[in-house]
Nanobody, 126 residues
Framework: QVKLVESGGGLVQAGGSLRLSCIASGLTFSRNHMAWFRQAPGKEREIVATITWTAGNTYYSDSVKGRFTISRDNARNTVYLQMNSLKPEDTAVYSC???????????????????WGQGTQVTVSS
């Protein structure tokens, strides 16, 4: 049984930082590309960042580029999202997702990913 469990969300003031974690089990983590998506109330889910199975390549949406950093620790089956200079518009439920390694990419569509976590709420106050 595959499980992805996010943690690290919370309430933070604008300009602050948070670090999200996603621990995976039930899959060969090192053979999966990983991603973070987010969904704000009344909006569609959107890609935030992706990282390849070797961490050799990353992708960031324009809205977070330069502020967020995705990383992974294959020994710990964990993917991280360091979020700095947070803005109120970053408020959303953040979910991690996994996709078996394959050629191509970056994989930015939700439909590319097979397994999902339950999400963690990030709220940025102004």
């Amino acid at each position: 049984q595959v499980k992805l469990v996010e943690s690290g969300g919370g309430l933070v003031q604008a300009g602050g930082s948070l670090r999200l974690s996603c621990i995976a089990s039930g899959l060969t983590f090192s053979r999966n590309h990983m991603a973070w998506f987010r969904q704000a109330p009344g909006k569609e889910r959107e890609i935030v960042a992706t990282i390849t199975w070797t961490a050799g390549n990353t992708y960031y949406s324009d809205s977070v580029k330069g502020r967020f950093t995705i990383s992974r620790d294959n020994a710990r089956n964990t993917v991280y999202l360091q979020m700095n200079s947070l803005k109120p518009e970053d408020t959303a439920v953040y979910s991690c997702a996994s996709k078996m390694v394959s050629y191509g990419g970056p994989f930015t569509r939700a439909g590319d990913y097979r397994y999902w976590g339950q999400g963690t709420q990030v709220t940025v106050s102004s």
